[in-house]
């Protein structure tokens, strides 16, 4: 068995305890990022990112494929900086049908059209002093477009139905799954918009280009869900384990989130989470060169030298501390790396 089962909690407060202690490599410093999970070569050039911008007014455009936790990132940035006793507020601009955008992000005025029963603040408003999320901005119409970039400029608001302009001081973090550029491009998204938002441009890796996150965050979503639910998983067998690391999460740390929950209610306490409680397309992904079961052992078989050199390289190519990270014993990497033909460079 692969023993996944053992706290975050030490992790998520800057210490590793995965390699027996210690401040997280890279990280300015790890208690500063607790909601986000991995010390992959790109998150920690996320977080020094973070590190440069938080504590500014800056506007920050955050892009990345849905599910690798943008919003996260949003947090962060409104935790770490001078703001943050003041307001967060986030809307979601695909949420909203056209017409109501701004007179959710502005509010309006009691009788201002059909419904507005009474005065509504908006959100611009309720953040101010604090940090205003616009989540999807990328899904946002020309005419909404063009009022976003009004308000940008001058930050001012005026309720929809009223005359009176009000002024906010917010600072603006936005997100999108587009690639804007293209958008631009393509004449689908305002230029001048885009320059705006992109001040400082964050992009929030996908799993697939971190594998070396995916042990972290698979004992993160055990240990919280041991908790939420109530259970005692005690961890992923190895052929469960080979599928979670050969899978390329298409659906990113949101993917790998739900089908570890799942997993928890799934198992029993005390056993372990087994290959077939995983999804269908984890279990049976197809193989590259369509030679059925052949073709999908040799690409667990490489998914996993890949997982342990990536560990080794990380510890040094120390076997001991890569056997604690790991789950196996000192005796049972050194065979595993002899059996998969893994030997440290000259």
């Not at 494929?65 to 809307?91: D, M, Q």
């Not at 001058?154 to 139905?161: I, T």
């Given at each position: 068995m692969v023993d996944l089962s053992k706290p975050i909690s030490a992790v998520l407060n800057g210490r590793d305890v995965t390699s027996g202690g210690g401040e997280r490599s890279g990280v300015p410093d790890g208690r500063r990022y607790d909601a986000l999970v991995g010390r992959s070569a790109p998150m920690r050039e996320l977080y020094r990112q973070i590190e440069m911008v938080a504590e500014t007014d800056v506007t920050v455009l955050v892009e990345?494929?849905?599910?690798?936790?943008?919003?996260?990132?949003?947090?962060?940035?409104?935790?770490?900086?001078?703001?943050?006793?003041?307001?967060?507020?986030?809307?979601?601009?695909?949420?909203?049908?056209?017409?109501?955008?701004?007179?959710?992000?502005?509010?309006?005025?009691?009788?201002?059209?059909?419904?507005?029963?009474q005065d509504h603040e908006g959100l611009a408003r309720a953040a101010n002093g604090g940090t205003l999320f616009i989540?999807?901005?990328?899904?946002?119409?020309?005419?909404?477009?063009?009022?976003?970039?009004?308000?940008?400029?001058?930050?001012?608001?005026?309720?929809?139905?009223?005359?009176?302009?009000?002024?906010?001081?917010?600072?603006?973090?936005?997100?999108?799954?587009?690639?804007?550029?293209?958008?631009?491009?393509?004449?689908?998204?305002?230029?001048?918009?885009?320059?705006?938002?992109?001040?400082?441009?964050?992009?929030?890796?996908?799993?697939?280009?971190?594998?070396?996150?995916?042990?972290?965050?698979?004992?993160?979503?055990?240990?919280?869900y041991n908790a939420e639910h109530g259970k005692e998983v005690a961890g992923v067998s190895e052929r469960a384990w080979a599928a979670l690391q050969a899978h390329t999460w298409p659906g990113n740390v949101r993917e790998l989130e739900n089908e570890i929950e799942r997993a928890v209610v799934m198992t029993k306490n005390g056993e372990e989470v087994h290959l077939a409680l995983l999804s269908e397309e984890i279990r049976n992904p197809?193989?590259?060169?369509?030679?059925?079961?052949?073709?999908l052992r040799e690409y667990r078989r490489q998914a996993e030298r890949r997982m342990i050199v990536a560990t080794l390289r990380r510890h040094d190519w120390n076997v001991s501390a890569s056997s604690r990270e790991l789950g196996f014993s000192r005796v049972g990497l050194t065979k595993k790396m002899k059996r998969l033909g893994i030997e440290r460079p000259k």
């Open positions: 990345g494929e849905t599910g690798t936790g943008k919003n996260l990132i949003a947090h962060t940035l409104h935790r770490l900086s001078s703001r943050v006793s003041l307001p967060f507020v986030a809307l979601n601009a695909s949420n909203l049908q056209e017409q109501l955008f701004e007179s959710e992000l502005f509010g309006h005025v009691r009788g201002a059209f059909s419904g507005a029963h989540d999807e901005v990328g899904e946002l119409s020309a005419s909404n477009q063009a009022r976003l970039l009004q308000f940008l400029d001058n930050k001012l608001v005026r309720p929809v139905g009223s005359t009176r302009p009000h002024e906010v001081d917010v600072r603006i973090v936005a997100a999108t799954n587009r690639d804007l550029r293209r958008a631009v491009n393509e004449g689908r998204y305002r230029e001048d918009l885009y320059y705006r938002l992109r001040v400082i441009h964050l992009r929030v890796p996908p799993l697939r280009e971190r594998p070396d996150d995916v042990p972290l965050l698979v004992r993160h979503f055990l240990d919280r197809r193989s590259s060169d369509g030679s059925g079961g052949a073709g």
